[in-house]
């Protein structure tokens, strides 16, 4: 085990750490004995992660004489769905759970979601911890307790906030990952970048492509940058009343071109965040708050990188500018029928904008959609 650093999530009661190294799965019993004591310990993962992940975390736990059990879901999406949470609650109370049990979501973004709301809800509330295996998950969704469900008017619609215990995040875990979903969490890590960092920025331009190639030392340190900006984020607005709606930078088109697809799998989250991003950084040149070089310094980027910074063509799918306002529109930042958008000054220089009109959002959509 290489561990690289321990970053805290400052939130008293609910204070915890996120580990980022190398091979720590292989340590997880030894780390999770060291803070927790003797447990009952419940994994919950996917039927692909699990094949690749739940026999190495077993035998760590199985050594330091863990009492196990555990829960494999479906793959993808379709699992954070009500019937799948009401199947895991079953499956969670058959194994025997208990308030004193530890659940361990081992897997990406719908598993954290789903095992994560499982334990806030089960028995009123159970501790959790994350063992992420996508990049996206690493810098972003295992971090910060946002855990919920999809419902059919929306993505994450019904959830709760519920810190983990712990997060183990073992940059090793990226070697399997497939090069598109790489790809599409890199549009996470950009965004730190973006948003508030211009110097991780200048960092990505040099080493965006050895982090991609799996370059460890890259990983570590790209993966660390992302939790500690999250932690210091969470920490301040754990609920997302003021700074936290800065990590939505490119979410709210992305969300809209993620729903005008039916959140299928043509266009993976990251994908349409990247996209977003460049329609966010479009819009604030068109409404003068940022350069046009700043604009094509980040789509020069992005094309490097191989990041979409275009609406993707998609067979017998016509994009439509008034169809993604209106997706937009449904926003969970909405207020008082006002967008919220998350607007750029500069690179590192994100803020939150709530003048923005339909108008100038569909101006920006119409040259990006037909
Ligand atoms: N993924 C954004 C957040 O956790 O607030």
């Not at 992420?132 to 919920?148: F, N, R």
Request: proline content about 2%; some cysteine; aromatic content about 6%.
């Amino acid at each position: 085990m290489t561990l690289v650093s321990t970053v805290p999530v400052s939130l008293k009661e609910r204070s915890y750490d996120i580990l980022v190294g190398g091979q720590l799965l292989e340590a997880a019993g030894e780390l999770l004995r060291n803070r927790f004591g003797p447990r009952h310990i419940l994994i919950v993962s996917d039927d692909q992660v699990a094949q690749l992940y739940l026999g190495r975390l077993r035998k760590s736990l199985l050594v330091t004489d863990y009492d196990l059990k555990e829960i494999v879901v479906p793959v993808g999406e379709s699992s954070k769905e009500f019937g799948c949470l009401e199947m895991l609650i079953s499956d969670m109370l058959e194994a025997g759970v208990a308030r004193d049990w530890l659940i361990v979501a081992l897997g990406g973004g719908v598993v954290g979601d789903l095992a994560g709301f499982a334990a806030s809800i089960i028995l009123r509330g159970i501790d959790y911890l994350h063992i992420p295996t996508t990049l996206l998950a690493q810098v972003d969704s295992a971090i910060g307790g946002k855990t919920g469900i999809n419902t059919t008017l929306g993505k994450n619609l019904v959830g709760s906030f519920h810190q983990p215990r712990l997060v183990l995040t073992d940059t090793s875990l990226l070697d399997s990952l497939p090069q598109r979903e790489l790809l599409a969490g890199y549009a996470e890590v950009v965004k730190y970048g973006l948003l508030g960092d211009e110097s991780f920025f200048d960092w990505l331009e040099t080493n965006g492509v050895a982090l991609i190639e799996g370059n460890p030392g890259a990983r570590e340190y790209a993966v660390t940058t992302c939790c500690t900006a999250k932690a210091n984020i969470v920490s301040q607005d754990e609920h997302e009343a003021g700074a936290r709606l800065l990590l939505n930078l490119g979410h709210t088109f992305g969300h809209a071109l993620e729903a005008e697809v039916g959140f299928d799998s043509r266009l993976l989250h990251g994908e349409a965040v990247a996209i977003g991003t460049i329609l966010a950084f479009d819009l604030s040149v068109r409404l003068g708050f940022c350069s046009a070089s700043t604009l094509e310094r980040v789509r020069k980027h992005f094309e490097f990188i191989g990041l979409p910074t275009r609406l993707p063509v998609l067979q017998g799918h016509t994009w439509r500018s008034e169809q993604l306002l209106a997706h937009m529109m449904h926003d969970k930042k909405i207020r008082k029928g006002q967008q919220t958008l998350i607007l750029a000054r500069g690179i590192g220089e994100a803020f939150l904008c709530r003048e923005v009109t339909e108008a100038d959002i569909l101006g920006v959509l119409r040259t990006y959609a037909g």
